[in-house]
Structures are given as structure tokens and as C-alpha cells.
T-cell receptor, first 115, second 114 residues
């Protein structure tokens, strides 16, 4: 049973380019969460999605950031016009709330470096 | 005040030692509590949930004090492989969606030496 998968694992972008981060949840999980971890800081919640719905995006910056979880395919976190401050590790987690198990399982992360 | 506060450490201990980490949280509405472990440049992994009655898993014991809004993790007989950052995690119910947002502390770093 494959765990949460994220790709790419490392991504280098120049300022102004777009970054697309992908997350495939664990098999059978329909809830996806994105977190950002800046160097020497804790993980910060960004957005929570279910299939085709954004449930909570209270941690998402209002501009340049967007997320989706389509009916088919992985969840995508998109950062437009990246700036140096976007350099961070972006972790995706998934959960299966059926049966009451809300445990979030994390993927290996995507490390974004903006030059 | 931070939502979840931890001593960043590092805690340097010899193998076999007992070490305790503490964590405080600010939101009394929090209902679920966890300790996660994060190795360098890796993803967080759930170590254990924390229950009001306290719970133990092998060498690890977690305690919760709701009145003081305080969580602890005790590691007995430390192993070299316990070296990692330990993240205190608290859920924050969001009334409009029912979604319980996880709030992470910045972590306490543990270094176990031979």
C-alpha cells in the first residue's frame, strides 16, 4: 500500500516563474492537506481539500497561491510568480475520515528553492 | 502568544538516559493532541496520540493536562535512533467547516550520543 506520494521532491525556480507541486494521497484517502515548512520553523497549515472542493484555505496566502484536487489525478499546489520567500518544504498529508480516523499521513515533501 | 509552544532544545543526552519534553497550547477548545517525530529533511511521522488518561507505547509515555494546557513526552532508555525533532501537535476545531486544523509546534530537537 503506497503511502502519500509527492513530486517533484526538489524543484528549483527563478523568481517570477511558476511552481507546480503534486500530491497523490494514500489509496482510499479522499482528504488532502497542504503544509509549508520554512527553515527552522514549524509546519504551517495552508489548505484542506476534498475531491473537487476546497474546504478550508485559511492558511493560504491570498495572492499567487492556489490549490485543487480534481476528480481524477493528484492534488496540485500552484505558486505563480514565485519569490525568494516561497523557498520552503511543502508537505502534503492525506486522511480517511470514514470510521472516524482523522490521522494525517504525510508525504516526503517537495523542497522548493527560488533563485 | 504562540498557539503551540515548545522548547527548541537541543537536548543532548547519552544513550540510556531518560528525557522529557514539554509543550503548552493556548486554545482551550483543542480536543486532540499528538506527538510527531521528524527526522532531518524528512516528513513528520505520527509517534503517538495523547489522551487525558495518559498513554504509553514501549519506551514512550505521553501525558496531557487540560487544566494547565500542557502536554509532555517522556522517552526512557534513549537510543541513538531516537535522535530527531519531536513536534507537539494540537488540533484547532474550525466551527464553520467542522474541519480540525492541526497546529504544529516548532519542535524540540533531541540528540542522543553514544
Amino acid at each position: 500500500n503506497a503511502g502519500v506520494m509527492q513530486n517533484p521532491r526538489h524543484l528549483v525556480r527563478r523568481r517570477g516563474q511558476e511552481a507546480r507541486l503534486r500530491c497523490s494521497p494514500m489509496k482510499g484517502h479522499s482528504h488532502v492537506y497542504w503544509y509549508r515548512q520554512l527553515p527552522e520553523e514549524g509546519l504551517k497549515f495552508m489548505v484542506y481539500l476534498q475531491k473537487e472542493n476546497i474546504i478550508d484555505e485559511s492558511g493560504m496566502p491570498k495572492e499567487r497561491f492556489s490549490a485543487e484536487f480534481p476528480k481524477e489525478g493528484p492534488s496540485i499546489l500552484r505558486i505563480q510568480q514565485v519569490v525568494r520567500g516561497d523557498s520552503a518544504a511543502y508537505f502534503c498529508a492525506s486522511s480517511d475520515m470514514f470510521g472516524g480516523d482523522e490521522t494525517q499521513y504525510f508525504g516526503p515533501g517537495t523542497r522548493l528553492l527560488v533563485l | 502568544r504562540k498557539e503551540v509552544e515548545q522548547d527548541p532544545g537541543p537536548f543532548n543526552v547519552p544513550e540510556g538516559a531518560t528525557v522529557a519534553f514539554n509543550c503548552t497550547y493556548s486554545n482551550s477548545a483543542s480536543q486532540s493532541f499528538f506527538w510527531y517525530r521528524q527526522d532531518c529533511r524528512k516528513e513528520p511521522k505520527l509517534l503517538m496520540s495523547v489522551y487525558s488518561s495518559g498513554n504509553e507505547d514501549g519506551r514512550f509515555t505521553a501525558q496531557l493536562n487540560r487544566a494547565s494546557q500542557y502536554i509532555s513526552l517522556l522517552i526512557r532508555d534513549s537510543k541513538l535512533s531516537d535522535s530527531a525533532t519531536y513536534l507537539c501537535v494540537v488540533n484547532l476545531p474550525r466551527l464553520n467547516t467542522g474541519f480540525q486544523k492541526l497546529v504544529f509546534g516548532t519542535g524540540t530537537r533531541l540528540l542522543v550520543s553514544p
